[in-house]
């Protein structure tokens, strides 16, 4: 029988009393007798019947399942009742019985017509939250965070189908949840896998499951803070590969646990791998494999020792069984015996040893043989029985924790760690012999302590006796003391070492006689509270963390002994200490030496002067004791003799070593006449040829070439080339310099000449230069420099003159001066008259504005010739002007004596504007000043000043105020520029200050206040607005008494060397720098702090 979804109709038939079960239409429709009951239904066999007479007039009614729609129905040999009800009223057919379900008598044919769409129907089952329904159970690997592999539920299996799916994502939900009973969950392939990151476990089953089938893996991991696996009805895990990593647990249960023919590998970091459950249910061959000691205690997977939960990974799998009997003893106050599960081929941990009253424990025994449990395997279950001696004499003397007695003092090897070639005790001597003994002790156990009266006797016998602790206590602790002794370092040695802190420990006198002796621990070596004597023995302890040896009461040392390692050792109070005095805490070596004695000849090393001697071990290699210093010398090493020690060469006796050394010669990025200065020739440079006079010296402390009444001529060389950051020229007495090739001096970096001195620099080369310098060049404290060259007289980048002379000639189409700045303080240019720097041409130009190829004089007030307008820099002449004209234009006019005292006279110039040629100074009274094709206000003059009285403005297409000479703008009015082109406001040439007055600038399309000069701004208002750059591109900005106020966030920049915005760049709307208090003219009208000023690093303030 056959139907059809999507409405395709077809007749079908089958018979009462014959149904292939097998077929889809009996799980469609329900046949019902009147009299019978169900003939036909689904999951049930079909009535069957013998007799014609019994079918022969029943009533039966055809019953569609929902989603069946039937457009036909009849039957054969009935009647139809209504209602899908019909009477037989004859045996269609008569059979004795059926090929495929036995006897059958009586066939009535039902035709039926219709359509089957299935209904939809919605399961108690999510994946990544999403609800598994009739709709998409086929296909669950399009559900959200399912990226790879398939998933398909059976809902009438009520089988979940994974193959190599990976679930992720979705945090907040379970990867797989189910609250359906008896849900089956089939893994097919190796790469199913469940990630979770939040507090929902990777799989939530809430009613009785099973996960398993096919032999397949299954990884389920929660990262955060919910399980792996979380159950709450029974869970069955069979015939797969499980593994749950979760950060709080592993699997964390409710009822029963049942695991078979599977393995399961479950870690919980947190709160147990395995937590919870009801019971924990495997078949004989399984069992926890890791951690071996471990058990199900109130439905948590625990250690064997001391119950707490296992939080490590736990692996459930075959392995084989160790059974243990304790044989009439207590292990953990329990007296029952249990039971380890060991994969195969593993080692079995040991339990811990047994007690039982009277008895010794005499180890864990797998028959007549007892178990080593470091080194034996488990291929096989295996039954471990505790063995016991009766007791005897108890003696004050335990062995890797087990108590001496009588009964086992002659063979202390059948103590479980102990064993080597003897092991004995004899009480009469109290001595304990170790003959190549091996004695491991774990846990919280002694190697070997003693509380022997009188002290413990420990004989060493060989050279492999061994004592190690891996728990918290130390190979050997004497606390009555006593002697360990052997028959000669060579033929007695015994070691121990432990994990623990210390490695030996004594409470009383302790001897330790004609043996090898070694001692290695993490913190201490030996440690003891009163006297050590060491006799003929050697002796190494190591204590990394505390000290090597440490705390002694004191120590004797027999007199062929000495503390050989680390070189310079020494015992101070119980300690071996370097000779710092802080403990050594690396090894120790006590034993014979040789004496080798150090001679430093003139060096130091470790700060002394002084020679020593060391001691060091025999027919071995010593420590070098490191490189001595000795200043102007280079050490060459350590000599016998003719000939150098080699420190990986063995000392086979005493002798001397002596520090061989070879004189330095250190070189100086500085050569006169080409000749490199050194350390060897700085002294006295006249050795040089060519160079001749009173003094030639370098100082390379003091970075200073002294010249003194020097001569250095030269032919085609360099008579002075530096490369020395700062160095300084020092002039004594009259000094010249002649050269007919490259640059009478070239300097590479930031220099300095100084006087009082002078010096003459010729070069009649047509292509070279007097002086070059390619940084900055400081010319000052009162010398005289002459630089005179065919070509450049002086060239290079920043020069500052400061109180003295400098004449530059050039020659050959040259200039005197070629530089890029000048900086000129108490000092102007004498020379040509009316000459000027002009940065832009980077050189001096006449009042014509033509560079001067002939001489330029830099010189000091009063030196001759006045300080003309245009000379002088930073701090130049303040005396009066000499007439009749003066370097000071308004609106392109210049202003003279005919027309200073009344400014107004100046076409544009209205108000009241006059110029003291006196005072250098120039009065705007309510000035108005209308530039048409000129600047507003332009000069050259050094140190003017702008007094401004009322408000005054000056407006204009070109720079409103051009600044040339070292400038003042003070006074209690106001001055407005207001400026329409495409220059400056202002533009800063030379240092302006604005002091105590207020300024405003607008420039839309310009810039406001910008230059290459200096601006400085103190207890004054300043607002400036420019379209290019409202406040910036300056030389450099000084505050003083005021800060930036406006616009919010703006600060200034050094790199920028401008105000700049919030955002980092310079500003261009409106800035405003202000005091903090109230303004000029105003009571109480000077700044208040805190100020831009700090001094050692402390703001200052009010």
Known sequence: MEWRHSNETKWHSYALGFIDLQSEAEELIEVYSEDLGALITPHKPSRRTNDCN???????????????????????????????????????????????????????????????????????????????????????????????????????HKHLTLENAQISGHDDEEGIRSDIPGLKIYTRGNSNRIVKRGDKAAILLNRDAEIGSFGAKITLVNSGTGDAVRYNGELAIDLCTLIANGQNHGIYGGGKLEISRARVEATGKTNGSISHIGRLELPAWMGIIQPVATKVAGGDVVYFSGGNKVKEKVIIDRGNKVHFNLNGGELGGSSSDFT???????????????????????????????????????????????????????????????????????????????????????????????????????????????????????????????????????????????????????????SLNTTSLIAMRYDEELAIESCTFIADAWATGILGGRKLTVNHTRVEATGSFTASIYELGSLVLSSDLSILQPAGAKEVRGTVVYPNGRPVKEKVVIDRGYRVTFKLGGGVLNGSSDDFTRLVERNKPMADPGNPTKSGHTFKGWYGGSTQWNFTSDVTGDMTLEAKWEQDVKEYDLWINRVRVTSVNAGDLKVIPGVSGDEVKYDPDALTLTLRNAKIVSNGQNPIRGDINKMIIKLIGDNSIETSGIDGISLAKSNYIKGPGKLSVVNDH????????????????????????????????????????????????????????????NCGIIEPVGARFDASKKG???????????????????????????????????????????????????????????????????????????????????????????????????????RLVGDSEITGGQDGLKVGGPTTLVGTGKLKIEHSGSGHGILVEQPLTIGETTVSVSSPSGRGIAGTGELTIRDAR????????????LGRILLNGVKVKEPAGAKLDPSWHSVVNAGGQPATDRVVIDRAGPGPGTPGGRATGPYDLWLNNVRVDD
């Open 766 to 825: 047509t292509k070279d230069d007097a002086i070059q310098f390619h940084d900055r060049l400081f010319i000052g404290e009162g010398c005289t420099v002459i630089a005179k060259s065919n070509n450049w007289g002086i060239v290079g980048g920043e020069l500052e003159v400061k109180d003295s002379r400098l004449e530059a000639t050039g020659g050959s189409g040259a200039t005197a001066f070629q530089v890029s700045d000048l900086r000129m303080v």
């Open 340 to 494: 380890f599960t060991v994969e195969d081929n593993g080692k079995v941990p040991n339990p811990g040893d047994p007690t039982r009253a009277g008895h010794i424990f005499r180890g864990w025994h797998e028959q007549s043989r007892k178990w080593r449990f470091d080194t034996d395997r488990v291929i096989s279950p295996t039954y471990l029985k505790a063995e016991w001696d009766v007791a005897g004499t108890e003696y004050d003397l335990w062995i890797s924790g087990v108590r001496v007695t009588s009964a086992n003092a002659g063979d202390l090897t059948v103590i479980d760690g102990v064993s080597g070639g003897r092991v004995q005790y004899d009480d009469g001597s109290k001595t304990l012999t170790l003959r190549d003994a091996q004695i491991s002790s774990r846990g919280d156990k002694w190697g070997i302590r003693s509380q022997i009266g009188g002290g413990l006797q420990i004989k060493v016998e060989g050279n492999s006796n061994q004592i190690s602790t891996s728990g918290d206590q130390e190979p050997i602790y004497l606390e009555t003391g006593g002697r360990i002794y052997g028959s000669g370092r060579s033929s007695s040695r015994i």
């Open 54 to 156: 019994v079918i022969e007039g029943m009533i039966i009614k055809i019953i569609p399942k929902r989603g069946i729609t039937l457009t036909s129905l009849r039957v054969d040999g009935a009647e139809p009742l209504g209602n899908n009800r019909f009477q037989i009223s004859r045996c269609e057919k008569c059979l004795s019985s059926s090929p495929l379900n036995g006897p059958v008598a009586a066939i009535a044919t039902i035709h039926a017509e219709g359509s089957y769409t299935p209904p939809f129907e919605e399961y108690d089952l999510w994946i990544n939250g999403v609800r598994v329904t009739s709709e998409n159970k086929d296909h669950l690997e399009k559900i959200p965070g399912v990226t790879s592999g398939g998933i398909d539920y059976h809902s009438e």
């Open 1022 to 1033: 300043v607002e400036s607005t420019g379209g290019l750059g409202s406040v910036g591109q």
């Open 844 to 946: 001096v130009v006449d009042a014509g504005g033509t560079l001067v190829k002939v001489r330029v004089v830099i010189d000091k007030p009063g030196s001759g010739g006045g300080t003309p307008p245009g000379g002088g820099g930073s701090g130049g002449s303040n005396g009066p002007l000499k007439g009749p004209k003066y370097d000071l234009w308004l609106n392109g006019e210049r202003v003279t004596n005919t027309n200073r005292a009344d400014l107004t006279s100046i076409n544009g110039v209205s108000g009241k504007a006059s110029f003291d040629n006196v005072t250098r100074t120039l009065t705007l009274d309510g000035a108005t000043i209308t530039a048409a094709a000129a600047e507003g206000i332009r000069h050259t003059i050094p140190n003017l000043a702008i």
